[in-house]
């Protein structure tokens, strides 16, 4: 059975930092795409950052970029994403999911993030960011 858990979710002041962790098994790990959404209430979905060994790509949305880290750790099958500096406006369900896009070397992850997501979701981690 395929599973994404994603956790460290929770409620943080705006300035500060939170490491969010995205555990999959039941599939091969280390063939897939993996990336990071979020939604806020009342917004649609939108990607945060993604990352595919295979070609060694990751991308990052560019008004995010310097602000949050994506890692991945496979010999755990975990990936995290840091996020640092955060702002209320960053209140969201954040989701992980797994892909295998078709596109040329270099830009999987670009694929994965630009665009609907993978074939696998996690349930999603809240996080809230206080004023």
Do not use: H
């Amino acid at each position: 059975e395929v599973q994404l858990v994603e956790s460290g979710g929770g409620t943080v002041q705006a300035g500060g930092s939170l490491r969010l962790s995205c555990a999959a098994s039941g599939f091969a790990f280390d063939d897939y795409a993996i990336g990071w959404f979020r939604q806020a209430a009342g917004k649609e979905r939108e990607d945060i950052a993604c990352i595919n060994d295979s070609d060694g790509s990751i991308y990052y949305l560019p008004s995010e970029k310097g602000r949050v880290t994506i890692s991945k750790d496979n010999a755990k099958n975990t990936v995290y994403l840091q996020m640092d500096s955060l702002k209320p406006e960053d209140t969201a369900t954040y989701y992980c999911t797994a892909g295998r896009p078709l596109a040329p070397r270099g830009l999987i992850a670009d694929m994965l993030c630009r665009g609907p997501g993978g074939n696998f979701w996690g349930q999603g981690t809240q996080v809230t960011v206080s004023s």
